[in-house]
T-cell receptor, first 113, second 117 residues
């Protein structure tokens, strides 16, 4: 199986700190997609970003930014100036074609006030 | 955007009973639906893939006779947990995609929390 690894099980930061969540993936495919989802305590997955394997441009959306490095098979996610509302479990996932997504084990982020 | 709903959002049942969970695509035709299961503090694990009008394809280790999946229409898939036991207590999430979407996007439902007493 082609895994997605999120080595950080839990991260705790103080509000306004920057935090980076790591994601490393395995793939044998030329074309694939990478995702980040946020899962608050309610359980519903909140879509954050989808990246095509052909597009290595980094992306910034407000306080969120993503760094995609094909050379190291990584797709890291940075939250700048974290806020308490950012507290959640974050999942990195990988998909190919019309198949189901493979999720990492998730990183629980706690932002303390 | 595309919306996927699940019903019920939570259910509590007695051991030995069956529970049906519905997954609906509200504003698009879902040619494929996926069912995932998430145990507490764990990741989402794929249970099965269902294509409209076809039998579902189950992942290794998932009992097809226990988790019955029906995808009879392009907007509805159901997961029935038969003879539920406490170890089936979990968060069940569906996602849906359509072959007409060139970006192969999948849209997730809000999940159903099942507790078996």
């Amino acid at each position: 199986a082609q895994k997605v690894t999120q080595a950080q099980t839990e991260i705790s930061v103080v509000e306004k700190e920057d935090v980076t969540l790591d994601c490393v993936y395995e793939t044998r495919d030329t074309t694939y997609y990478l995702f980040w989802y946020k899962q608050p305590p309610s359980g519903e997955l909140v879509f954050l970003i989808r990246r095509n394997s052909f597009d290595e441009q980094n992306e910034i959306s407000g306080r969120y930014s993503w760094n995609f490095q094909k050379s190291t098979s990584s797709f890291n996610f940075t939250i700048t100036a974290s806020q308490v509302v950012d507290s959640a479990v974050y999942f990195c996932a990988r998909g190919t074609g019309r198949r189901a997504l493979t999720f990492g084990s998730g990183t629980r982020l706690q932002v303390q006030p | 955007g595309a919306v996927v709903s699940q019903h019920p959002s939570w259910v509590i049942c007695k051991s030995g009973t069956s529970v049906k969970i519905e997954c609906r695509s509200l504003d698009f035709q879902a040619t494929t639906m996926f069912w995932y299961r998430q145990f507490p503090k764990q990741s989402l694990m794929l249970m099965a893939t269902s294509n409209e009008g076809s039998k579902a394809t189950y992942e290794q280790g998932v009992e097809k006779d226990k988790f019955l999946i029906n995808h009879a229409s392009l907007t509805l898939s159901t997961l029935t947990v038969t003879s539920a036991h406490p170890e089936d207590s979990s968060f069940y999430i569906c996602s849906a995609s359509t072959s007409s979407n060139p970006n192969n996007e999948q849209f997730f439902g809000p999940g159903t929390r099942l507790t078996v007493l």
